[in-house]
Nanobody
Framework: QVQLDESGGGLVQAGGSLRLSCAASGRAFVWATMAWFRQAPGKERGIVAAVSWSGRETYYADSVKGRFTIARDNAKNTVYLQMNSLGPEDTAVYYC???????????????WGQGTQVTVSS
């Protein structure tokens, strides 16, 4: 079985920062690519950032480039999303996801966490 547990969400003022964490357990092969997605009110879920197994390859949505950083610590089975310069447009439920396909940056990941709410006040 595979389980992804997010933490670190909450309420933050515009311009502030949050660090999300996702602890993974289960079969290691499904962690080849790990990613963060988000779903904002009235919008479809979309990818925010993704990282390959090695950590050397990353993907970022245009809207978060330069503000968000994804990283993983395979020894701890954890992926992180550091979010800086947050604005109200970043308010969403953030989901951790994993997929056995490496360097995979599309939306149809195989495994998903339950999500954590991030709210940015103006």
């Amino acid at each position: 079985q595979v389980q992804l547990d997010e933490s670190g969400g909450g309420l933050v003022q515009a311009g502030g920062s949050l660090r999300l964490s996702c602890a993974a357990s289960g079969r290691a092969f499904v962690w080849a690519t790990m990613a963060w997605f988000r779903q904002a009110p009235g919008k479809e879920r979309g990818i925010v950032a993704a990282v390959s197994w090695s950590g050397r390859e990353t993907y970022y949505a245009d809207s978060v480039k330069g503000r968000f950083t994804i990283a993983r610590d395979n020894a701890k089975n954890t992926v992180y999303l550091q979010m800086n310069s947050l604005g109200p447009e970043d308010t969403a439920v953030y989901y951790c996801a994993a997929d056995p396909r490496n360097n995979y940056y599309r939306n149809d990941y195989s495994y998903w966490g339950q999500g954590t709410q991030v709210t940015v006040s103006s």
